[in-house]
Every structure is written in C-alpha cells, then in structure tokens.
C-alpha cells in the first residue's frame, strides 16, 4: 500500500518540480521531457530493486550512473543540473522510501520545496552571469572591466578572461554582474 502511496506521491512531486517550477520559469520542453522520464524511470528501477534483494548500494550506483550517462550526452547548465539530480532523488526517494512513508514523503517535499526557493527568480534577482564576446582584445584588467561596465551597465563583480584572440581581435569573457538601479528601470519599464 505504502508503494502506490508513493507513486502518487512522486507523479505529484516531479509534475510540480517539472511543470510548476522548472518549465514555467525556464521554458525548455527538452529538459522537462527529461526530468520527468528519468524520474519515472528510476522509480520503477527502484521500486524493483527496494522489492528484491539487492542494497540500497545498487540504487544508488543506479543513480550515479544514469546521472553520468545523461550528463555527458549534452551540455546542460548547473541550475538544470540541480533540477536533473532532484528529479533523480524524487524518483529514488519514492522507489525505496516504502518501509518509511513519513520520512519519504517529507523528503520528496523538502527537494521539492528547496528547488522552488532557490531558484525563485526574486531571490538573487540582481545578480547576472554572462558569456560576452567583445569585438577587441583587451589584455589589461582594469580597461577591461571598464569596458564591460559601460556596455553592460553595471557593476562588474568579476570579469574572467576564457579567450583572448590578438589574431581576430576579440576577447571572450565570463562576467558576474549587477546592473545598476537605472537598468534595472529601464528593463522593467
């Protein structure tokens, strides 16, 4: 009994980790295909494995598997990331979580509710991270960060340099910033 309590329970948390939060901040249909097949996915595995003989050990070498095997196959950010590994546990969680319903259920909660929260997109809302390609080499830091302060209008927290071309005459940086209260305006208005 406790098993289809879970199940439900896992059809609810992943429909509101995946469709709830993830997709309608994020809007990717690729990844939401994902994180709901994986996790359907490895509640069945898992359900098998907590109704065998097997350890806890195999669902958990099962999970970093699957992990691996999806990670490398296409380049995802850290924020889908953590929606990838908290679709994973959800779905491990409910599959061996059957002996104790209370502790599962609120621990299906608890990454469900962690992810809503952490990737609100209030909280942290005035801190941006950005690939930008500047049409010049800029060798010396401090012109550098000047140069994408103007551009970005804000403040540059840090500025890392991935590619310097002097041949092609173009800098590829990596820029954590905060836009200033007047861009901020600006895009809202």
């Known amino acids: 009994m406790n098993d289809l309590i879970l199940i439900g329970i896992d059809a609810i948390a992943i429909a509101l980790l995946a469709f ?10 690729d990844l939401l295909v994902a994180f709901v097949g994986v996790n ?14 097997a350890s806890i050990g195999v669902g958990l070498g099962l999970f970093g598997v699957l992990s691996i095997i999806r990670l490398r196959s296409t380049e995802i950010s850290q924020r ?14 409910a599959g061996l979580g059957g002996a104790n319903l209370p502790v599962a259920c609120g621990l299906i909660a ?3 509710a962690a ?15 950005q690939m930008v390609r500047i049409d010049r080499a800029i060798v010396a830091e401090t012109e550098l960060v000047a140069h994408l302060e103007e551009i970005l209008g804000g403040r540059v927290h840090r500025a ?5 071309d002097l041949i092609d005459d173009s800098t590829l940086v990596d820029v954590r910033w905060s ?3 007047a861009a901020r305006l600006a895009v809202a208005a």
């Open 179 to 181: 836009p200033t209260s």
């Open 80 to 93: 889908e990331v953590a929606y990838y590994f908290a679709s994973l546990a959800i779905g491990l969680v």
């Open 110 to 112: 608890l990454v469900v």
């Open 160 to 164: 890392t340099v991935v590619e310097l």
């Open 115 to 129: 992810m809503a929260v952490i990737d609100h997109p209030g909280l942290l809302a005035a801190h941006r991270q």
């Open 40 to 53: 359907i996915g490895v509640l069945a595995v898992s359900l098998v494995l907590a109704s065998a003989t």
């Open 20 to 29: 709830g939060i993830y997709f309608r901040r994020h809007r990717r249909r």
